[in-house]
């Protein structure tokens, strides 16, 4: 039999014969320094199977392609040799434990699922408005405090009952050593400016008026936001980062910058000062200086900042400083900063964000995503997909929603351009089934991965109604594709 693969491998010849793949089959690992890092070959023939890479993450990847050949192919195989090798360096997943809290066993699995198809980076969002999930021992108060809210009513839906969860750090170093056995370096995202509800209930001081506050409860954009004139909330961010790259052994650390509004700043006394000291025109200014500030101490701690397209608006970011990923750019700055030289990685809301439905977002439109159509070939160093969980009330939701849509992620984060037919890739991602089962994981159920029309316009109101403004339906159905 021939096998099912995802991603497609760059180069996959047969050679003629057939072998029997048992579970003992004898598998020989050459080693090759003339290949790249994540490169590999990977020959099957005559009974006998011979890996060859340079490296771990190739070695790791030649064993996760012959997973899927024994799964797939059940016990017999065509001979062939595989020359592979990934496009992109960034392949990632960002999973919100922070609107619902998901655990160190859920992640686990999850992990496990996306390192079979080689997904190399699990972004790890861990502070928002409605939780402060990351253990930080200089501040106990935004676990006692910030990882506990009373209520949940997203989506107008109220649950009833309270909702907390944080993970200890211990359990960090457990998830990162756990990731980095499967070739997956994990990128925390602590948010900032915005997003900062959890943290200012915990720490009144770091908000613009010192008030009171408890964490979110629903969905949105709030108002209270970070005071950034304030030297001691800048130093108690500075103090978190601190713990954060001791626990975090990778390149990157995210510190969001998407969605602060003004309305705080506007009223603020000490960021006023701040403007007027850096001779600052706008708040979008503030801001960009801001994350410059803090990617500037990053950098210092040996890491790179990755913050969300807004931050750009500022004009005060530049190559050197950050990366920046796009999830949705009207303004087309992303662009202009990969014409200075900026590095992109791309997680367009219309094709990557995969908590909403198939109705929006279907696997055939998240798997015909070109990543390069935005900011070109040469700036973009990957993609993602992101997983909010506002509305994923659920592991089993949780998993319906990611799987089988992540695989067109890892696809075009392996492969690139997208070239290959969808009716391949399709029937490829329904072979994986077994695999993911292997998991712990139910993906949604085949029919449903591509709905009719009627049917998607009902999945797209059903879930908006009450939760979002009708623009951005309107905006969801007349996207491209
Ligand atoms: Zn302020």
New binding site residues.
Partial sequence: MRPYLIPAPRELEYTGGKTLLRDDCPVTVTDAPALPGEAYTLKIERGSVCITASSEPGRFYAKKTLEQIKTTCQGVCDDLVIRDAPVMSHRGFLIDCCRHFYGVEELKRLIDAAASFKLNRFHWHLTDDQGWRIEIKQYPLLTEVGSFRNNSRFGGVNEGKPHDGFFTQEQIREIVDYCAERQIEVIPEIEMPGHFTAAIASYPFLG?TGERMEPEQKEGIFPNVL????EKAVAFVKDVLDEVCGLFPGRFVHIGGDEAPRI??QC?E??AAKMRELALDDYDALQGSFIKEIASYLRKMGKTAITWNESLKGDRLYPEDVIVQRWMDRKGLCRGFAEKGGKVIESDFYHYYFDYPYGMTPLKKAFAYDPFAGCGAGAVMGVECCLWTEFVRSFDDLCEKLFPRLLATAERGWSGYPTGRYVDFKTASAGMLPLIGEYGIEPLPPDRWDPALPARAKEVVVFFKGSLDPGLIRQAFNSRK
């Fill in positions: 613009c005071c950034v004139g304030n705080r700043w603020c000490k960021c």
